[in-house]
Every structure is written in structure tokens, then in C-alpha cells.
């Protein structure tokens, strides 16, 4: 946080306060933001598709009701976090839920989260996890590479290790997903009569709940000074 020096007060203090006048909903959710930022900080992102390129990332958890429950500001690669088994991103999500361990909390992520290892070491804190996965994740299933599965419009395919499922499913295009809180579904080619693709629970479970920080996100702006 020595990077934060400046505003770091201020910033613990709003991380303190948030679970002192609310608890969260049983299902969460944890994703990046993009902040506007015109001045010059080391740890700026450049972002080619802005006109402005320059942003400031902050990670949030976030529940259904767009409740900011925690958040980080991302430091950068070589923050004090990151160790020689996970980036900075994956400590920072795994920071942000040291404050619902325990209390068997639900939690959905992008794939620019959902690591194997990751989903394992906040299970042991009794919080289950759901997201998309890229497919050459490390440690994840060795055929689920796009050039291995060769899957057609309603395929599933599914791997188990312990609590953790990982699922491929074919609809427009190939989607892989990581879980521990939803049994594993079964395999094979699902279709309805008008031939589209039956979307597996995981998914539609998924699509409920992500979007929370997105709402975070728009509550936000609502009152931005900007």
C-alpha cells in the first residue's frame, strides 16, 4: 500500500467502515473497475481501446445489492502480494475475501480470476466459487484446450478433482467454467426441438449473480464528480 500513500488513509478508512453497517448477501461477487485518472502514477493501466488510455484498476466485492463490501487498488505486477505461485491479481482477489472467511458465502468471478488454486484456498475458508475459466489456465484439465475439445453447438464435457468441477460447454462459441458449489452436470449433447444449445445450471447460475460489481460500478458513476 506504500504506493497509495498519499490517499491511503482515507481508503482504509472506507474499507473498515463498509462491514461495519452492513452484512452481505450469501452470494458475492468480485471484479475490476476502471477509474478515469488524468495525473501520472507508476501504477497507471494502459488501456488501447480508451480515448484517454491511462485508468487506475481497483478490484471490488461487491454482493446483490451493489454493496462495495471491500475493495484494492491493483499496485501493479510487482506489489508486495504476489508470490512465486500466484500473481498479483489472484492475492488480491483472495485478500478481498478475508473478511467473509468462514461464513460459507458464495462468490462468482471472471476468468480474469478463476485460478484452480485459487478456488481451492478459499474453500478451506468455507467460501465456494464460480467462474469462467481461460482454457490454458494453469492446472486446469489437460484436454481442454480449444484445439482438443472439437465441440459442437450443445456439447458439455465435464472433469471432477475433489470438490472442484471443470465444465466445457459449446453454444455460439466455447465457454469453460471452473466450480465447487454446483455438482457436476452430466455429459453429452443437449439441444431443444428448435436445435439451440441447453444452457447447463452452472451457466445460468453464473449470469445471475456476476454482474454485481457491474451494478457497484453504475451506482457509482451516478454520483461521479467527473
Not at 23 to 46: C, M, T, W
Not at 66 to 74: F, H, K, S, W
Request: net charge positive.
Amino acid at each position: 500500500m506504500t504506493r497509495l500513500w498519499k490517499i491511503r488513509t482515507v481508503f482504509d478508512t472506507l474499507n473498515q467502515a463498509y462491514p461495519k453497517f452492513y452484512n452481505p448477501s450469501e452470494h458475492l461477487a468480485v471484479d475490476e473497475v476502471i477509474v478515469k485518472f488524468q495525473g501520472r502514477v507508476i501504477f497507471r493501466q494502459y488501456n488501447p481501446k480508451k480515448r484517454k488510455n491511462f485508468d487506475i484498476k481497483i478490484y471490488k466485492l461487491c454482493d446483490k445489492s451493489g454493496y462495495t463490501y471491500d475493495m484494492r487498488v491493483y499496485l501493479g505486477k510487482h506489489s508486495r502480494c504476489t508470490t512465486d505461485d500466484m500473481t498479483a491479481t489472484h492475492a488480491n482477489a483472495g485478500h478481498l475475501t478475508r473478511k467473509v472467511e468462514g461464513l460459507g458465502h458464495k462468490l462468482f468471478m471472471g476468468n480474469l480470476f478463476s485460478l484452480p488454486r485459487l478456488f481451492d484456498d478459499i474453500l478451506r475458508c468455507k467460501i465456494h466459487s464460480c467462474g469462467t475459466v481461460r482454457p490454458n489456465r494453469k492446472d486446469k484439465p489437460s484436454d481442454f484446450g480449444l484445439k482438443k475439445q472439437k465441440l459442437t453447438k450443445g456439447d458439455v464435457r465435464v472433469r471432477t478433482r475433489g470438490y472442484l468441477t471443470a465444465l466445457a460447454w459449446k453454444d455460439r462459441r466455447d465457454i469453460y467454467m471452473l466450480t465447487n458449489m454446483h455438482p457436476p452436470p452430466e455429459e453429452g449433447n443437449f439441444c431443444d426441438d428448435s436445435k439451440r444449445a441447453v444452457k447447463p445450471q452452472i451457466v445460468a447460475r453464473y449470469n445471475q449473480h456476476v454482474g454485481y460489481v457491474d451494478n457497484s460500478d453504475r451506482m457509482a458513476n451516478s454520483y461521479s464528480m467527473c
